[in-house]
């Protein structure tokens, strides 16, 4: 991996972009930055990280043999990376809420963005954002009562916190990260991530709405597929649900 840094940027999903269009990126280009004045979420939502006291990172990646409709499942990897990292550097227990949101003490910890380029329904280039709360102290009102950081959770636990470090926790989700990407390619599937996931799945076993565009219905969540879907159990019959149709949310709050 080819890593570069920046003190401050608009967005490392934005950077990897421009330089897309400039001309050759190496594939595994990561671009990291200490300050992001226009970093994105899933939903379009803007947000702006202090200097210094989170991950704000991107990789350039050229999965070309991978269809188009399976390009959101690296967004799931990248999920699996970072609960790695955060439990193996610093002992934390981490949890998933389908889809992608990494959880620990039930408040989120990290956020991930996907971005694909396709021309005539073929994969270009995939670029993969990954923001990490890591010396937050404090939130925006909106979310402070469902966000955490590294340094909150350790301190919970009664662990120091002098031995986290933004670089450190990056390249090791990156590294994570490329170990299932590669395995992802050769099965073209989430086989090999789904143990871990699952062993992970807040939602599992607990009632779900779940916010299709046709009706919402609760049902009860089961697990994860190794295509990315949720499967929920509704009137005795298991249905597939898609992050890109609809919208999982838990009944009594965040989780």
């Known amino acids: 991996m080819n890593y570069i840094y920046y003190d401050e940027i608009d967005s490392t999903n934005n950077e990897i972009k421009r330089k897309l269009l400039e001309g050759d990126v190496p594939e595994f280009t990561v671009i990291s930055a200490g300050r992001q004045t226009a970093g994105r979420g899933r939903s379009g939502h803007d947000w702006e990280s202090p200097k210094d006291v989170s991950v704000a990172t991107s990789i350039a990646l050229y999965p070309r043999e991978v269809s188009c409709e399976a390009v959101p499942r690296l967004t799931l990897i990248a999920a699996v990376a970072v609960a790695e990292a955060l439990e193996k550097l610093y002992g934390l227990k ?5 889809p992608n949101d990494i959880l620990v003490s039930n408040k989120k910890i990290c956020g991930i963005l996907t971005e694909l380029s396709a021309k005539d329904n073929h994969v270009e280039n995939v670029v993969v954002g990954i923001g990490v709360n890591v010396h937050n102290r404090t939130f925006p009102e909106e979310i402070s009562h469902m966000a955490i950081s590294v340094d909150q959770a350790l301190e919970q636990m009664g662990k120091p916190t002098d031995n986290v470090h933004c670089k450190e926790l990056t390249e090791a989700i990156w590294e994570c990260f490329l170990t299932h990407y590669q395995e992802f390619l050769r099965q073209q599937d989430l086989s090999e991530i789904l143990d871990f996931y699952n062993a992970r799945l807040i ?7 779940v916010l299709d565009p046709k009706g919402a219905y609760e049902a009860v969540a089961k697990e994860m597929t190794k295509t990315g879907e949720l499967l929920v159990e509704k009137d005795e019959k298991l249905i597939s649900v898609d992050s890109g149709e609809v919208s999982v949310r838990g009944i009594y709050g965040y989780v």
């Open 94 to 98: 981490t949890a998933i809420k389908w």
């Open 203 to 209: 939602n599992k076993g607990r009632v779900v709405k």
